[in-house]
Nanobody, 123 residues
Framework: EEQLVESGGGSVQPGGSLRLSCAAS????????MSWVRQAPGKGLEWVSTITAAGDTYYDTSVKGRFTISRDNAKNTLYLQLDSLEIEDTAMYYCAKPAVVITSPGSYQYPTRGQGTQVTVSS
């Protein structure tokens, strides 16, 4: 069974940083494109970033230059470094194994998705 478990969320002030982790089991993340997505209160699911099996990375324009996606193949763990956080980044963050390789915003299917970790940015 494929599982994803996120951790690392929390409450920070604007300008702060967090590092989200996503431990995968049941499959090897190095063989797939993996994404981070988020859902703000009252809004739909929003794609944030993707790392492909080849290691190419893609970001939504709202987070480019502030967030960094990476993975540790030995630990089978996906990461998202969040820097220069803004109030608008407040959301539940999920790691996901999408049905297709996502490189831009849109409506997508995520057959495997974790339970999420909450990020709250407030002053």
């Amino acid at each position: 069974e494929e599982q994803l478990v996120e951790s690392g969320g929390g409450s920070v002030q604007p300008g702060g940083s967090l590092r989200l982790s996503c431990a995968a089991s049941g499959f090897r993340i190095r063989n797939y494109a993996m994404s981070w997505v988020r859902q703000a209160p009252g809004k739909g699911l929003e794609w944030v970033s993707t790392i492909t099996a080849a290691g190419d990375t893609y970001y939504d324009t709202s987070v480019k230059g502030r967030f960094t996606i990476s993975r540790d193949n030995a630990k089978n763990t996906l990461y998202l470094q969040l820097d220069s956080l803004e109030i608008e980044d407040t959301a539940m963050y999920y790691c996901a194994k999408p049905a297709v390789v996502i490189t831009s915003p849109g409506s997508y299917q995520y057959p495997t998705r974790g339970q999420g970790t909450q990020v709250t940015v407030s002053s």
